[in-house]
């Protein structure tokens, strides 16, 4: 199953520089690198991203991070993965920009196939 990170440019920058990241501020404040499943990236993107450009999407299977992976609740009784150890570099299948557009994020199409 794919799971999703949103990053910032320069968070994605540290990423691909050092090969691992402890991730965005936020995930360094919590102790875990948090992500979303495809139903809820956009809602994520929404709430915590609003308005902001040159975003990159990341997609990482959740094979590749073993018991490091906990679902936890979170916003709205959902279920949210956090990975409990840095997010490295081999770990991300996919990234791709997520584009401003209208003030909306725009999300690859077919993102919720993808990720079955």
């Known amino acids: 199953m794919l ?3 949103i990053f910032r ?3 994605w920058a540290t990423l691909r520089a050092d090969g ?4 965005a501020p936020i995930d360094v404040a919590d102790g875990y690198v948090h992500f979303s499943t495809a139903d809820q990236a956009a809602e ?5 991203f609003a308005g ?39 770990d991300v299948v996919w990234a791709q920009p997520l584009p401003l557009q209208d003030g909306m994020h725009q ?8 990720s079955a």
Do not use: C, N
């Open 3 to 5: 799971i999703f990170k």
């Open 52 to 90: 902001e450009d040159d975003l990159m999407l990341l997609a990482v299977d959740t094979d590749r991070l073993g018991d490091d992976l906990k679902w936890e609740v979170s916003r709205g009784d959902q279920l949210f993965p956090h990975l409990y150890r840095v997010l490295r570099q081999e």
């Open 20 to 23: 691992k990241t402890a991730g």
């Open 44 to 48: 994520t993107a929404a709430k915590h």
């Open 107 to 114: 999300f690859p199409a077919g993102l919720d196939e993808a």
């Open 9 to 11: 440019a320069e968070e």
